[in-house]
C-alpha cells in the first residue's frame, strides 16, 4: 500500500519560512491535499490540488509536488500557525485515501 | 455555509456496534462525496471510509473493511457508519467530511474540504 513519510516535528521563528515536506514513491504524479489541525479542533483544508488555496486561506501558504516529495511552505510565519500539518493523496491503485503522519510545526 | 453535525458515538464493550450519522446542509448534498476520517487519541488522522454522491461507489480502509458500512440517504443530507464489531483499537473521534468537487454524485472522495465537529467512539469492557 502507498506511503506517505513526514517528519515528526519542525520549528521555526516567528517570521521566519517554514517548509514541511511530504515523501512517497512518485509523489509528483499524484494530487496533494494539505490540512492543518490545531489541537483540540477539527482538521482545516489548507492546499488542495497541490497547490490551490481554497477560499480564506492566507497567500502565506503555499505548495509544491514533483518527483518523490511535496512541499508545504508557510512565509512569514506567525504564532497562530502552530499545528499539526497533515498530506494526503488518493491513492488510484488500491481506492484508497491515504494520509501522511502528520508533522507538528512549533513556532519559537 | 456548509454544516456537518455527527451523532451517535459513545462509549461500547468490544465487539458491540454503533451506527453514527452525519446531518449535512448549506450544500446539494447528493452530488458530492461524503467521508468519515478518524484519529485515534494522540495520533493522526486515518480514512476510515467514502461514498459516492449517489451512493453507488463505496471504498473503505483496510483495517475496517468487513467490519464497518458506509451508506447514505440522500433525501435526509445524511451519511451514516455502521460499525460492527468493534475493538479496541477502533476508539477515536469520528469525523465526517466532504469533497470539495461537485461531480454530479458518481466520483470517489479526493479530499477533505469541509468537516463536522467530530463524535467520539470509546471501546472499553
Known amino acids: 500500500s502507498y506511503v506517505l513519510t513526514q517528519a515528526p516535528s519542525v520549528s521555526v521563528a516567528p517570521g521566519q519560512t517554514a517548509r514541511i515536506t511530504c515523501a512517497g514513491d512518485n509523489i509528483g504524479s499524484k494530487t496533494v491535499h494539505w490540512y492543518q489541525q490545531r489541537p483540540g479542533q477539527a482538521p482545516v483544508l489548507v492546499i488542495y490540488?497541490?497547490?490551490d488555496r481554497p477560499s480564506g486561506i492566507p497567500a502565506r501558504f503555499s505548495a509544491s509536488n514533483s518527483g518523490n516529495t511535496a512541499t508545504l511552505t508557510i512565509s512569514r510565519v506567525e504564532a497562530g500557525d502552530e499545528a499539526d500539518y497533515c498530506c494526503q493523496v488518493w491513492d488510484t491503485s488500491g481506492e484508497h485515501v491515504v494520509f501522511g503522519g502528520g508533522t507538528k510545526l512549533t513556532v519559537l | 455555509e456548509v454544516q456537518l453535525l455527527e451523532s451517535g458515538g459513545g462509549l461500547v464493550r468490544p465487539g458491540g456496534s454503533l451506527r453514527l450519522s452525519c446531518a449535512a446542509s448549506?450544500?446539494?448534498?447528493?452530488?458530492?462525496?461524503m467521508s468519515w476520517v478518524r484519529q485515534a487519541p494522540g495520533k493522526g488522522l486515518e480514512w476510515v471510509s467514502s461514498?459516492?454522491?449517489?451512493?453507488?461507489?463505496?471504498f473503505y480502509a483496510d483495517s475496517v473493511k468487513g467490519r464497518f458500512t458506509i451508506s447514505r440517504d440522500n433525501s435526509k443530507n445524511t451519511v451514516y457508519l455502521q460499525i460492527n464489531s468493534l475493538r479496541v483499537e477502533d476508539r477515536a473521534i469520528y469525523y465526517c467530511a466532504k469533497d470539495s468537487r461537485d461531480c454530479g454524485g458518481d466520483c470517489p472522495a479526493e479530499n477533505f474540504q469541509h468537516w463536522g465537529q467530530g463524535t467520539p467512539v470509546i471501546v472499553s469492557s
Open positions: 448549506g450544500f446539494t448534498f447528493s452530488t458530492y462525496a
Open positions: 490540488y497541490d497547490s
Open positions: 461514498i459516492s454522491g449517489g451512493g453507488d461507489y463505496t
